[in-house]
């Protein structure tokens, strides 16, 4: 039965995202494992021994007195192996004791190890503080996992496997690009609007010192006029409120102009905001477009998981109905042959008595045969006697 694969994520990366498909498919498997597991059961034993012995009176009529005076014993030897190891002095007699201890320490862990009850049960009742000893476990069991995933992961599975971690890094490499090129663009543009605020900025400064320098010839002017024009002020008045008039019709043109320039700074800024806003609106819809291809992609793992789970217990009925069927269709096999063997033996048997029958009823006829003409000739005979008497 094939199962399903969608958005390209092959089986074996499947089997590896999902550790609780991770199941020993070999005896040598298995083994491997077991060792690893009372492995890792002994280490966590030997990290709550020191505890115990600390309470030994509080857990004795729990452990039971054969692990009890074991655990004294073990006691015994750990401070005698410190002192001797404090004090130095005869090796031998340290190595001896050293020796003791761990074939005290092994009977412990094996004694512990034939009452499994008991170790659940002291595992949650003795408390122990974080000790580096818990590192190593743990690293020990991300070992075990490790060590599982490697068996149970085929060369071709591992290719496959590093091939959809390479494909998903070019993807997520190419969107990073695609991310960078869009923030480079709105860089530049907000830099380019920066730059034409700048330069309308200093059109607008040089328009005001403009005005300030024309006001300021215009006010020169005007002193000159009217020193010169004393005499002639009758007569000059008229061109003076002409070149008045003139000179408020250019303020009113350029001060036209410096709104008509703010007016277009304006319509620029806003067109460089909507620019702007559209580019982070994009930016944010590609980023929305990302996050939704990851969750359709998230949706199409679990939908997978989920069909190849519901085939995979289907699976487990048909085999369980197969074996069933093939049961029955055996027994029914055997029975069949058994009918027809007995059947062959009854013809057989019914063709032996047809024979011996057959055989049986030639004979009688015979018999009957010589029995009857053996009676002509005794009966020929006598008369042939009875006529020469006479």
């Known amino acids: 039965m094939a199962t399903p694969r969608k958005a390209g994520i092959p089986l074996s990366v499947m089997k590896v995202l999902d550790p609780c498909q991770l199941k020993p498919d070999s005896t040598e498997t298995e083994r491997i494992l077991t060792v690893f597991d009372e492995a890792i ?32 014993e073990l006691q015994k030897l750990s401070v005698e192996i410190q002192d001797l190891l404090t004090s130095p002095g005869d090796e031998e007699r340290r190595r001896a004791v050293e020796q003791r201890l761990k074939c005290s320490l092994r009977n412990t862990l094996r004694l512990f190890l034939a009452n499994p009850l008991l170790y659940h049960g002291l595992k949650y009742e003795v408390w122990v503080r974080q000790s580096p000893a818990d590192v ?21 599975e591992e290719k496959e496997k590093i091939q959809f971690m390479e494909d998903i890094s070019l993807r997520i490499e190419k969107n990073t690009e695609t991310i960078s090129a869009l923030q480079a663009e709105l860089e530049a543009a907000i830099q380019t609007r920066d730059e034409e605020i700048n330069s309308k900025d200093k059109k607008i400064e040089n328009l005001k010192s403009s005005m300030e320098n024309l006001t300021k010839e215009c006010k020169a002017d005007i002193q000159q006029i ?14 003076s409120q002409d070149m008045c008039a003139r000179l408020e019709q250019d303020v009113l043109h350029l001060r036209a102009q410096f709104k008509a320039l ?19 609106r994009e930016t944010e819809k590609w980023v929305q477009k990302y996050d939704t291809d990851m969750a359709e992609k998230q949706a199409t793992y679990e939908e997978v998981e989920a069909v190849y789970n519901e085939e995979k217990a289907q699976l487990a009925l048909l085999m369980e109905k197969h074996a069933l069927l093939l049961q029955e269709y055996t027994e029914i096999e055997e029975e069949r042959r058994m009918l027809k063997e007995k059947a062959e033996e009854a013809a057989r048997e019914a063709a032996r008595r047809n024979d011996a029958a057959t055989y049986i009823q030639a004979f009688w006829k015979g018999y009957l045969v010589r029995s009857i003409y053996k009676s002509k000739l005794k009966k020929g005979k006598g008369k042939g006697k009875g006529r020469g008497k006479k």
């Not at 190593?136 to 071709?156: G, V, Y």
């Not at 009217?226 to 061109?239: C, L, M």
């Not at 700074?265 to 702007?276: G, P, Q, T």
């Open 41 to 72: 059961v002994k280490l966590e034993i030997t990290r709550l021994i020191p505890r115990i012995i600390g309470s030994l009176e509080r857990f004795a009529r729990m452990l039971g007195p054969e692990i009890t005076s074991s655990l004294l």
């Open 262 to 280: 703010v007016l277009e700074h304006r319509a620029s800024e806003l067109v460089l905001r909507k620019k702007k806003c559209k580019t982070e």
């Open 226 to 239: 009217t020193k010169e024009g004393e005499k002639q002020q009758k007569e000059d008045e008229k061109a």
């Open 136 to 156: 190593f476990i743990k690293a020990f069991k991300e070992f075990r996992d490790f060590t599982l995933e490697r068996l149970l992961t085929s060369p071709d």
